[in-house]
């Protein structure tokens, strides 16, 4: 999330920064290893679907699909159930309203 989103913070904060040669080719810097972490993506891809097994003929071919459909949902994923979390737990101890448990007395 920091990589795709991070590069153009710097440049949206300061004017001074986005003319600057560096500031002028951070795009390309990201982009370039946003290519790169894809590009292993689609590697990792290929030889899982080397080594799997034959998919069962009894299938539909829309099952079929969806097993390598799966692999591209992994980043969604990944960002509902572990970056948003995080980010809403780390906003809560930015504000100081802290998670409460309340203990009930036993009878």
């Known amino acids: 999330m920091l990589l795709m989103f991070g590069a153009s913070v710097p ?3 300061s004017q001074d920064f986005s003319l600057t040669d560096l ?3 951070l795009w390309s810097y990201s982009g370039i290893l946003l290519s790169t972490t894809l590009s292993t993506v689609v590697f990792f891809l290929y030889f899982e679907i080397l080594l799997q097994p034959p998919k069962p003929a009894s299938w539909p071919l829309w099952k079929k699909a969806g097993v390598y459909v799966q692999y591209f949902a992994y980043p969604i994923v990944g960002l ?3 970056v948003l979390p995080a980010l809403e737990a780390h906003t809560r101890l930015l504000f100081g309203r802290y ?3 309340r203990v009930t007395e036993k009878v």
Do not use: A, H, K
């Open 99 to 101: 998670l409460e448990y």
């Open 23 to 25: 500031g002028q080719t």
């Open 11 to 13: 440049l949206w904060v």
């Open 80 to 82: 509902v159930l572990s």
